[in-house]
């Protein structure tokens, strides 16, 4: 949360951003009716709380967007480890949940987060249910398909933080990899957040003109 800590809670900084979050991953069948069918690096319980995080942001008060929607976010990234991990390969071997139990424990934490960020909790778990979560899903997915994929887990994973650069959605991967900022966040495993996030920050402040301190 290195992000939301030395970025996004400086209220100088949120007045000149403009954020947005596509989650990496994809579709054998796109045309399926069911979300546990995408295929990330972490499983199918990853694409039920992706869903979560964008239809939080579907729902949030449009006056109050994008920052009641990203105060959502962070929150469920809070809870990612080890509450929202429980039914997925990744960290552990071993699952702490089962996959019938998963779907209320993501309810419950969205409940939390969203009423934490001043959006309707039952609002963002019937975007979820009705199918919106699905769609949004993929269109998300949709604009990281020419990302390429780690050829240990055959899986497309994040590409963290692409900085003032083209949507990558329009001109694919090849295009758009050269404003994805890597700089302390090289892979996975390999990843200094605080000081990437304080690297994005100096970005954000050099361009926006603003003094602001390390």
């Not at 796109?30 to 295929?39: A, H, P």
Request: aromatic letters at 10%.
């Amino acid at each position: 949360m290195g992000l939301d800590l030395h970025v996004f809670q400086t209220r100088e900084i949120r007045e000149h951003v403009e954020m947005d979050l596509t989650f990496v991953g994809y579709f054998d069948d796109w045309s399926t009716d069911k979300i546990t069918d995408c295929q990330t690096s972490s499983g199918w319980s990853e694409c039920i709380v992706n869903a979560y995080h964008l239809c939080g942001r579907e729902v949030a008060p449009a006056k109050s967007r994008p920052w009641a929607w990203w105060d959502y976010s962070a929150c469920m990234y809070s809870k990612q480890y080890p509450l929202l991990e429980c039914a997925s390969p990744n960290p552990w071997a071993n699952s702490t949940c089962t996959a019938a139990e998963f779907p209320s424990i993501a309810a419950g934490v969205s409940d939390a987060c969203a009423s934490q960020a001043a959006i309707e909790p039952s609002s963002v778990r019937a975007c979820v249910e009705d199918g919106r979560g699905l769609r949004l899903l993929k269109q998300s997915f949709r604009k990281t398909v020419t990302f390429p994929k780690n050829p240990k887990t055959n899986k497309t994973e994040p590409q963290w933080m692409q900085v003032q650069g083209p949507e990558c959605g329009a001109v694919g991967w090849e295009a758009c990899q050269a404003s994805f900022d890597k700089t302390f966040c090289t892979d996975w495993d390999a990843c200094d957040s605080k000081a990437w996030a304080l690297h994005i920050r100096a970005d954000v402040c050099k361009a926006a003109g603003l003094p602001c301190a390390t």
